[in-house]
């Protein structure tokens, strides 16, 4: 053709031949790339977490031949002038050494796992089915990891399409019997482990009789039958130790289920305690009435778990089916005895606790809590006395409600009998040393609540005087006191009165001052009784002294009055000239005398 028309398929030559180069080079470096994984990782190739050993060797091993074959196999379709230059025939000859060092390593491989299969596969069959810790008596499945490995390198061989070895092909064609085996013996296993982790030593003996005839059983796995006995004698083993093993896991359930309901049953108890409270004070009878309702609704919630309880042990002894004579039987009805003993003292402590936290000032003062109790102090047959008594007082004081509540804690130790014998709990409660230690407390601080309401008392005791006085005797011998005495008369001492009167008016100012009601710990007082008689005492003893007063004075004006009246008259009497003038002057005369001397008196006054 002509030039002109050539021109252009030479440039474009040219500029592919140009590309293919610079491919051809760029194969080149990853080839070099491809050889590099080779070597560094020939020794430990990456393995899919999926893979076991040797197939996921071969299939990393496989991998790096795609990589480098798929670009190969398209480079030989370029044009011959292309392939002929010294780039191309060096890259092909990189390939055939890379090529050719794969595949000495996929066949080492190889034989070396056909190797070990011919060496162990079979010995491992003649393991037994089944070993046993010595130390716990837990059991394993003995199906070596070796024999795991081998099925799973077959697997994967035959999905490669590799050539799997005689030997390790007739292990592999029973491996669903090995997964239906292993499957069944871990189901074994893993519930005579669970029992044997279960049981305390307690129970042990009770189940001794069924871990027996199981063990002899399991025994055959551990020693007799290996993984290549016989499909129906390994079936007829497996299929009689699980039957065992379900028997002693059912007995040891119903063990636990029930250990577990009487646990639960006393963590209900506990759940509260055996008293409630209003969360404003209330007097001695609301306090009772309210402790009564309480005290019906939980001994009947008690009474109730203990025939539970009873009943539970009872179901316990029939699956056990063991004679309630046995001393294994014997130990395990004291084992879960001191169960029950251990959660009715916690119900006696919860309950302790919720009273000492309601009756603790400094419990109260951090929850900020009212008074539980309102009782009255008043003036009482001559004595300030504490209405209900903070004492004892023929079950009618403080101290006696204390004693009523704590004692209705007490009782949970008599609303059902012991499960050892026919006697109560009441024994282990007086002795159990954490009770021991908070009645202690409780008394501690209801000694103290006591000591401060004494002093409470006290400060309306030191008036005493005003009832334990007599008023009459006192009186007449302060007025006999409270005079002065003049040549012309004797007067009343008004100074010694206005002292008097000023000092019992402050003691009535003062008790009227006091606070009421008044919170001492855990109780209110309400001291507006007392308030209101010591008030009206000394009210009295002031009125005693106003009265006399008043009276005094009365008597002086009404004397005054009947002396003017009296010198009046005598001073208008007609006084006549000579003898006859002489008494009736006389009288006059007496009448100004008098009137002089009661002038002086009066000045003097």
């Known amino acids: ?98 090529v050719a060092s794969l595949q000495e390593f996929e066949n080492q491989k190889i034989e070396e796992w056909g190797r070990d299969v011919e060496a162990s596969s079979q010995s491992k069959l003649r393991l037994p089915l089944l070993v046993r810790d010595a130390s716990n008596g837990f059991l394993s499945v003995n199906f070596d990891p070796a024999l795991v490995r081998l099925l799973r390198e077959v697997k994967y061989f035959l999905l490669l399409g590799l050539q799997v070895p005689d030997a390790a092909l007739d292990i592999y064609r029973n491996v669903e019997v090995f997964r239906k085996w292993t499957g069944n013996m871990d189901m074994i296993v893993n519930v005579n482990n669970k029992v044997l982790g279960r049981l305390l030593p307690v129970e042990k003996p009770l189940v001794k009789p069924y871990l027996d005839k199981f063990d002899k059983t399991i025994q055959n796995g551990c020693e007799v039958l290996k993984w290549n006995s016989g499909a129906a004698t390994i079936d007829e083993f497996i299929e009689e130790s699980t039957e065992n093993v379900r028997v002693v896991d059912e007995i040891t359930d119903t063990m636990k289920i029930n250990l577990s309901s009487v646990n639960e049953i006393m963590g209900k108890w506990c759940a509260k305690p055996l008293m409630d409270r209003k969360p404003r004070p209330v007097d001695r009878e609301e306090f009772e009435r309210i402790h ?125 009998k012991r499960l050892d014998n026919d006697g109560t709990y009441m024994r282990e409660m007086h002795t159990d040393s954490d009770i021991c230690l908070l009645m202690a407390t409780i008394e501690d601080t209801i000694k103290q609540n006591e000591d401060e309401l004494l002093k409470l008392k006290g400060e309306f005791q030191e008036h005493s005087y005003l009832w334990e006085t007599d008023l009459k005797t006192f009186f007449t011998d302060f007025c006999e006191d409270a005079v002065i005495k003049t040549e012309l008369s004797t007067y009343l001492d008004l100074e010694k009165f206005d002292t008097a009167m000023k000092g019992y008016s402050k003691v009535r100012k003062n008790i009227n001052a006091m606070t009421t009601p008044y919170d001492v710990g855990w109780l209110r007082v309400n001291v507006s009784p007392v308030k209101n008689a010591l008030e009206k005492l000394a009210y009295t003893w002031v009125n005693m002294f106003t009265a006399h007063l008043r009276s005094t004075l009365i008597n002086k004006l009404e004397t005054l009055d009947g002396f003017m009246t009296q010198v009046s008259e005598g001073l208008d009497t007609d006084v006549p000239a000579g003898p006859d ?18 002038m002086d008196i009066t000045q003097e006054m």
């Open 1 to 98: 053709p002509p030039r002109s028309t050539l021109f252009p398929y030479t440039t474009l030559f040219r500029s592919l031949e140009k590309k293919y180069v610079a491919l051809v080079q760029s194969y080149g470096q990853d080839l070099k790339t491809a050889q590099e994984l080779f070597l560094s990782y020939r020794d430990a190739p990456p393995i899919a977490s999926n893979l076991p050993p040797i197939a996921g060797a071969l299939t990393w091993c496989r991998g790096l031949v795609e990589r480098i074959q798929i670009p190969m196999n398209k480079l030989q379709q370029l044009d011959k002038s292309i392939l002929e230059r010294e780039e191309a025939k060096e890259v092909a000859k990189v390939y055939a050494t890379i």
């Open 292 to 416: 009564k309702g309480v005290k019906a609704t939980r001994y009947a919630e008690i009474k109730d778990g203990g025939k539970e309880i009873h009943q539970l042990l009872k179901d316990t002894n029939k699956v056990l089916r063991v004679s309630n004579a046995s001393p294994d039987w014997r130990a395990y009805v004291d084992f879960v005895n001191n169960i029950v003993v251990e959660g009715q003292a916690a119900v006696i402590i919860v309950s302790l606790d919720y009273f000492l936290d309601n009756i603790d000032p400094t419990e109260i003062e951090a929850k900020q809590l009212m008074p539980m109790l309102e009782i009255k102090l008043d003036l009482v047959d001559g004595e300030v006395r504490f209405q209900p008594a903070i004492g004892s007082d023929n079950n009618k004081g403080v101290r006696d409600m204390i004693d009523g509540l704590v004692g209705s804690f007490f009782s949970v130790a008599t609303l059902f």
């Open 581 to 598: 003038g002489k008494e009736p002057l006389m009288t006059v005369m007496a009448d100004i005398r008098d009137v002089r001397k009661a």
